[in-house]
C-alpha cells in the first residue's frame, strides 16, 4: 500500500503541474448530453470549431471546455441513432457555465436492445478496437438476466453448470473460461467481491456492456487471452431513484435500486448509490436421474426436482465524489459489500445429487479512483487503487450418500464430494490489493501515446478443522499471488484518417507461492514465477460511410487466478505448479452499413493458437483441478445482420462455427496423443441466435411504449467426452438444442413506470448445459419498475 499511494501522489502532482494556469478571461462549460427522455447519452461527439475542440462525452454523458468568455460558439453534436445538432450558444462572463443538450431520436431508428458496433457515429468509427455495444436502455423494463442479454450475440456463448447463480462459462470466439476477462467501469470483477459476477450482477445497475473479441486495448490492464466484456455502471447526470422488482418461476426474486445526487456549489459533489437481491430455490425437474424404488435402495431412471439448491446474493454499493475542480475532472471514492450463500446440488457433474453441502460468501471493497484531462483533450491520467477482503466458507461434513428423490443411506465416510475421510470445512480468507494506472498523451493531431498498469496482491488463508493436524499447519501460513501487468499503445491516424493503427506492446509477471495438493494429502510449498511479454497490431480501413475492414494480430498472456491457483478444496483443487495461457490471436472482419443504418451486416473470422491451455480437469464426479492440459487451434467465423423492417419492427440474426481442435498434449500426457487432431469436448462448435423486436409509441395512453419481442437461440449437438470415444447410448453427446423465449414490456410516458413479462423455454424442450447439466424447463417471470427523477 505504500507503493500505492507513493503512485497516486506521484501521479497527482505530475498531472497537477501539468493543467497549468487559466486565464481569468476564460472559463469551464459543461455540457450533459441526453436523450428525450433525459436519459444520459455516453460516446457523444462534440466539436467547437471555432474553438479547434472537439471531445465525447464520458460515462454520465459529459463534456467539458475551456472557452473565452462572453463569446458565441457553434456547437455541432451527433451520436448513434440521433439527429446532428448544430447549436449556437453564448458564453456567459465572470462564472464557469453547464448546458444541457438534448438530441433527437433519429427518424429510422429504433429503441434497439442491441446496438452494434456497425454505427454511424465518426467518434465510434475511429476506434480500430471496435466494441459491440448492448444498451439496457429498453431492456431494463423487462425480467432479462445479463447472461441472456449477452448470449443473444454474435461469437458469445454463456454456459451454466444449473439455475440462477449457477456458475458461469463465458466462450468468446474461440477462447473461454477465464480467457475472458470482466470489468466493471474497467476494473476486472475478480478484484471487487463476489457479488460482481457476470451471472449476479442486475440490468438495474448498467448502462451498457461492451464486447471486445479477440484483440485488447491497452486501457484495460488486463490479461485477458482473447476478449473482454465491460460492463458500464450507469450513472445519471440529473437526481433520480430507480426500483424494480421482479418475482417467477422456481420461486425466484430479484430486487434492484440505483440512485443519484448531485449537490453543493455547481452541483459539484454527487452520491451514488446502488444494488441489489436476488434468491431462487432453483428446484426445476431433472430427467433420467436414479430415483429410489425400493426399501432395498435399488434404483431406475426418473424424474425429480432439484431440492438442495437455493441461491441467494445481495449486493451494496456507495460512491461519493466531487467533479470539475481544478485538480481533479473526478475524484470519487467506493465502498461496496455482498454476500452470495449457495446450496450446492452436485459438483461437476449432476451425476449423484449432493442434500446437504452449503457456502457462504461475504465480500467488503473500497477504493479511490483520481481522473483529469488536459485542455483539449492532449492528455489524459486515471489512477485507481483499491482493497477487497473476501471469506468463503463451505461445509460438506454430512456422512450420507443422497439419490435425487431425497432420499439417502448412511456412509462410514463424512463429505458427500468424497474429498476426505471426515469431509470438508474449508473457510477461505482473500486479501487484495489493487492499482491501475493509465496516461494518455496526444503527441499531435493522428498520433497518440498509452501506457498502462495493474498491480494485484492476493494473500490467500485457508483454515479447515476437519482435516488432519498436520495438513492443518502446511496450511496455517498465507499463501501469496503477485501479479503485474504493463502496457504501451501507439495509435495512429494515416491516409487522412481513414486508416486507423494501434501498435501495443505488454509485459506480464507473476509470481505464486501456494501448498500442493497430490493424493489429497497437503505437500510442502512450491513458488512459480513468470516474465512474458505479449505485442500486437490492430488495422482499421474506412473505404467510405458504408465499409469497414479490420485486421489485427496479438499474441497475449493470460496468468493463472487464485481461484485456479489456490482452489476451494470442495469442487476445486488447488494447483500451484499453473503455467499461464499463451495465445496467437487473428481476427479479421468486414462490415457494411446502408445509409441510415436501416441495414447492417458484418462477418469475421478468426484463428486462435492457445499453449498451456488452463482446463478444468474432472478428478471425479464432485472433484476437478485446473491444469496445463492442452495446446488448441481454433478457425472460426460469426455472421451478423440486423434489419429494420418497417418502422419499429427490426429483426436480426447471428450464428458462429468454431472448429476448435487439439493440437498437443501435457507432457506428463494426461491426454492420450491418440486425440491429437480431434476436436475439444464438452466445447459447443455451431450455434446462433434470432432476434424479433416490435417497439411502439402509445399516443393514445399518455405517450406510452410498448415493446414486443421474440428470441430464438440454436446450439447444435456437440460431445461431451472426446469424440473418438463418444457414444450416445451413454449420454456422451449434447444434443441439439433449440430454445424460444418472448417477452413484452409495457413503458410510461418518460419511462416513470414499467410492468415487463417475459417467457423462458416456451416449448418446453430438455436443455443441457456445461458438463451436460440439464437445465431449468419452460418459467414465467414479470417485473415492475418504478423511476423517480426529473
Known amino acids: 500500500m505504500k507503493w500505492v499511494g507513493l503512485i497516486m501522489l506521484l501521479s497527482l502532482s505530475i498531472h497537477i503541474s501539468h493543467a497549468g494556469y487559466r486565464p481569468v478571461d476564460q472559463c469551464r462549460v459543461t455540457l450533459t448530453i441526453v436523450d428525450e427522455n433525459l436519459d444520459v447519452l455516453p460516446g457523444a461527439y462534440v466539436e467547437i470549431k471555432e474553438a479547434n475542440q472537439k471531445a465525447i462525452s464520458d460515462m454520465n454523458g459529459e463534456v467539458s471546455f475551456i472557452l473565452d468568455q462572453g463569446i458565441s460558439y457553434t456547437l455541432h453534436v451527433r451520436s448513434l441513432g440521433f439527429e446532428t445538432l448544430l447549436r449556437t450558444v453564448q458564453i456567459p462572463a465572470n462564472r464557469d457555465f453547464e448546458l444541457q443538450i438534448v438530441l433527437k431520436t433519429a427518424i429510422t431508428d429504433l429503441v434497439e436492445v442491441v446496438v452494434t458496433d456497425n454505427s454511424q457515429d465518426a467518434a465510434i468509427r475511429d476506434l480500430p478496437y471496435k466494441p459491440q455495444v448492448v444498451s439496457l436502455n429498453s431492456i431494463r423494463a423487462q425480467p432479462i438476466p445479463v447472461t441472456t442479454i449477452l448470449n443473444q450475440l454474435p461469437g458469445i456463448r454463456i454456459r451454466q453448470e444449473g439455475g440462477a447463480g449457477s456458475d458461469a462459462n463465458i466462450m468468446l470466439d474461440g477462447i473461454d473460461g477465464k480467457g475472458v476477462r470482466i470489468f466493471i467501469d474497467g476494473v476486472p470483477v475478480y478484484l471487487l467481491g463476489a457479488g460482481y459476477a457476470i451471472n449476479t450482477l442486475s440490468p438495474g445497475m448498467i448502462d451498457r456492456i461492451e464486447i471486445y473479441k479477440g484483440t485488447i486495448p491497452v486501457e484495460f490492464g488486463s490479461d485477458a487471452l482473447g476478449g473482454v466484456i465491460?460492463?458500464?455502471?450507469?450513472?445519471?447526470?440529473?437526481?433520480?431513484?430507480?426500483?424494480?422488482?421482479?418475482?417467477?418461476?422456481?420461486?425466484?426474486?430479484?430486487?434492484?435500486?440505483?440512485?443519484?445526487?448531485?449537490?453543493?456549489?455547481?452541483?459539484?459533489?454527487?452520491?451514488?448509490?446502488?444494488?441489489?437481491?436476488?434468491?431462487?430455490?432453483?428446484?426445476?425437474?431433472?430427467?433420467?436421474?436414479?430415483?429410489?424404488?425400493?426399501e432395498l435402495f435399488n434404483t431406475e431412471k426418473g424424474r425429480a426436482r432439484r431440492f438442495h439448491d437455493q441461491f441467494e446474493s445481495a449486493l451494496a454499493r456507495f460512491q461519493f465524489g466531487i467533479r470539475n475542480v481544478r485538480w481533479a475532472d473526478e475524484l470519487m471514492v467506493m465502498a461496496s459489500y455482498s454476500q452470495v450463500n449457495r446450496e450446492w446440488q452436485h459438483g461437476i457433474r449432476a451425476e449423484v445429487p449432493w442434500g446437504e453441502v452449503t457456502s457462504d460468501q461475504e465480500s467488503q471493497n473500497v477504493s479511490v479512483s483520481w481522473k483529469k484531462f488536459g485542455k483539449a483533450d492532449k492528455w489524459s491520467a486515471l489512477v485507481t487503487a483499491g482493497y477487497t477482503h473476501d471469506n468463503l466458507h463451505f461445509v460438506d461434513t454430512a456422512r450420507k450418500t443422497y439419490f435425487w428423490d431425497r432420499n439417502f443411506v448412511p456412509k462410514l465416510n463424512g463429505g458427500e464430494s468424497a474429498l476426505y475421510s471426515n469431509g470438508t470445512s474449508p473457510n477461505i480468507t482473500t486479501k487484495t490489493w489493487f492499482s491501475r494506472e493509465s496516461f494518455s498523451y496526444a503527441l499531435d493531431g493522428r498520433h497518440s501515446l498509452n501506457l498502462t498498469a495493474l498491480l494485484t496482491h492476493d494473500e490467500v488463508t485457508l483454515v479447515n478443522e476437519v482435516l488432519p493436524i498436520e495438513d492443518q499447519e502446511e496450511l496455517l501460513p498465507a499463501q501469496r499471488l503477485l501479479k503485474n501487468y504493463a502496457g504501451l499503445s501507439l495509435a495512429s491516424k494515416l491516409l487522412g484518417g481513414k486508416l486507423t493503427n494501434t501498435l501495443s506492446v505488454k509485459h506480464f509477471y507473476t509470481r505464486s507461492s501456494g501448498v500442493t495438493f497430490d493424493n489429497r494429502i497437503v505437500g510442502p510449498r512450491e513458488t512459480n514465477q513468470f516474465s512474458i511479454f505479449g505485442y500486437g497490431d490492430v488495422l482499421q480501413y474506412q473505404f467510405n460511410a458504408q465499409i469497414i475492414l479490420n485486421l489485427g494480430y496479438e499474441f497475449t498472456v493470460r496468468q493463472p487466478d487464485a481461484d485456479e491457483i489456490f482452489g476451494n478444496y470442495l469442487t476445486v483443487a488447488p494447483n500451484p505448479s499453473l503455467s499461464p495461457e499463451k495465445s496467437h490471436n487473428v481476427n479479421f472482419g468486414a462490415e457494411f452499413n446502408t445509409v441510415g443504418n436501416r441495414f447492417n451486416t458484418g462477418v469475421t473470422a478468426f484463428y486462435r493458437n492457445t499453449s498451456d491451455r488452463i482446463f478444468l480437469n474432472a478428478v471425479t464426479f464432485g472433484l476437478a483441478r485446473y491444469e496445463n492440459l492442452l495446446t488448441t487451434r481454433a478457425l472460426g467465423m460469426e455472421f451478423q445482420a440486423n434489419y429494420l423492417i418497417i418502422k419499429g419492427l427490426r429483426a436480426s440474426i447471428n450464428a458462429t462455427y468454431q472448429d476448435i481442435t487439439l493440437q498437443e498434449t501435457d507432457p506428463q500426457s494426461n491426454i492420450p496423443n491418440r486425440y491429437l487432431g480431434a476436436r475439444v469436448p464438452n466445447t459447443p462448435y455451431f450455434f446462433g441466435n434470432g432476434q424479433l423486436t416490435y417497439s411502439q409509441n402509445l399516443e393514445g395512453l399518455g405517450n406510452g411504449k410498448i415493446i414486443v419481442g421474440y428470441d430464438f437461440n440454436y446450439v447444435h449437438e456437440f460431445f461431451l467426452t472426446w469424440a473418438e470415444d463418444g457414444r450416445a447410448e451413454t449420454k456422451d453427446i449434447i444434443p441439439t438444442q433449440a430454445l424460444h423465449n418472448i417477452n413484452l414490456s409495457w413503458m410510461a410516458p418518460k419511462d416513470r413506470w414499467s410492468i415487463g413479462f417475459e417467457c423462458r423455454n416456451l416449448t418446453d424442450e430438455r436443455a443441457f448445459d456445461n458438463f451436460s447439466v440439464q437445465r431449468p424447463g419452460r418459467s414465467f417471470f414479470v417485473k415492475t419498475r418504478l423511476f423517480l427523477g426529473s
Open 230 to 294: 465491460n460492463v458500464v455502471s450507469r450513472y445519471g447526470n440529473a437526481d433520480y431513484a430507480d426500483l424494480s422488482y421482479s418475482y417467477g418461476s422456481w420461486n425466484t426474486h430479484e430486487a434492484s435500486f440505483s440512485g443519484r445526487k448531485k449537490f453543493g456549489a455547481h452541483r459539484k459533489f454527487f452520491v451514488n448509490l446502488d444494488g441489489f437481491y436476488n434468491y431462487s430455490d432453483n428446484n426445476y425437474w431433472m430427467d433420467d436421474v436414479d430415483v429410489v424404488v425400493d
